[in-house]
């Protein structure tokens, strides 16, 4: 072996050891473990999410579905749009855009969620409610909520949703 196919050797050798391994999708955390590393629960996304994009140095995220989701639950018309964006960190997500909740007559959108302690605060800009984070420990179905095997609504780990959105 020469010494230049030796040195070439060597070099290719050292860039291989010293590049970091590559990651696959099986290595990433799904959305819903993204979510519980910034504090939140599972529930705050329905089942069925196909990617996501988080960018950790901005909190600035992206979530794809298939398709647009509604489901009722315990009341509460739910919209998620094909796109949900908004801006997360430990305990908070803010400039949330995709995801809208019906009050009365009217569809608006819920622009911020805030945890505190044993409670998530969602709101809707001139109004917000509070539920206890345990009503969120699983992901709701699109078309049917938790009602989507025959059960009724509350069943499961999804307990209830008490307070309406106030002013």
């Known amino acids: 072996m020469s010494l230049l196919t030796h040195l070439l050797l060597t070099v290719f050798l050292v860039f291989i050891a010293a590049s970091p391994p590559s990651t696959s999708a099986a290595d990433s955390p799904t959305v819903y473990e993204a979510l519980q590393s910034y504090g939140f629960p599972v529930?705050?996304?329905?089942?069925?999410?196909?990617?996501?994009?988080?960018?950790?140095?901005?909190?600035?995220?992206?979530?794809?579905?298939?398709?647009?989701?509604?489901?009722?639950?315990?009341?509460?018309?739910?919209?998620?749009?094909?796109?949900?964006?908004?801006?997360?960190?430990?305990?908070?997500?803010?400039?949330?855009?995709?995801?809208?909740v019906k009050v009365l007559l009217f569809w608006v959108n819920i622009i911020e969620v805030t945890k505190e302690g044993d409670q998530l605060e969602l709101s809707v800009g001139i109004a917000s409610a509070d539920f206890p984070v345990d009503n969120f420990y699983e992901s709701p179905q699109c078309g049917c909520g938790f009602d989507c095997r025959g059960k009724r609504s509350g069943e499961l780990s999804f307990k209830r949703f008490v307070p309406l959105f106030q002013v």
């Open 43 to 100: 529930g705050l996304l329905p089942a069925g999410v196909t990617k996501y994009k988080v960018d950790t140095a901005t909190g600035k995220f992206s979530v794809y579905l298939n398709k647009t989701c509604s489901f009722t639950i315990h009341g509460y018309d739910l919209k998620y749009k094909t796109t949900i964006t908004g801006t997360i960190s430990a305990n908070k997500i803010k400039n949330l855009s995709g995801i809208q």
